[in-house]
């Protein structure tokens, strides 16, 4: 059975290479990680390579919760999200003492960094992708956040 961290860990990696596919093998397991576009949780497949093992309980440990929607009902229309690629905790600034990276009508550019998350006592930064300026902050200072999960609602240029 594959240590939960180490998958953790290679899920990170991916995110952070935008690799969509990554394959490991040895002698006695082999894993295999794909993940999708920004939609799609990263998905795990892992099969025996030598010795059948007994079957464990552990697929539903890979299952991904479904993505909440994009943007709430009302006056969001033309506003395009900006989403977690990560599971882990939101930090709107890099220290309690620093200022916001953003602020709602601040313009952003494609790689404006606009928050940090934190995964396994890793921070990664977190840019904006796209140009336009904050419409909303839709999650708060050191929430839980799902991969996909929309952070930030964007007015484009």
Excluded: W
Aim: hydrophobic share 45%; glycine share 8%; charged share 20%.
């Amino acid at each position: 059975m594959i240590d939960i961290r180490k998958l953790k860990e290679l899920v990170r990696l991916m995110v952070a290479n935008d690799l969509t596919e990554l394959d490991l093998r040895d002698d006695q397991q082999q894993v295999t990680v794909k993940r999708g576009g920004p939609q799609a949780a990263p998905v795990v497949h892992q099969a025996p390579v030598a010795a059948p093992v007994a079957a464990a309980a552990a697929p539903a440990a890979a299952s991904a919760a479904p993505a909440e929607p994009a943007a709430p009902a009302g006056d969001d229309d033309g506003l395009v999200a900006i989403e977690s690629p990560m599971v882990g905790t939101f930090y709107a600034k890099a220290s309690p003492e620093k200022p916001p990276f953003i602020n709602v009508g601040d313009a952003v550019g494609d790689g404006t960094t606009v928050c940090l998350i934190e995964a396994m006592k890793i921070f990664n930064e977190i840019k904006a992708g796209r140009s336009g300026s904050i419409a909303k902050i839709l999650v708060q200072n050191g929430e839980a956040v799902e991969f996909g999960q929309p952070l930030f609602l964007v007015k484009p240029d």
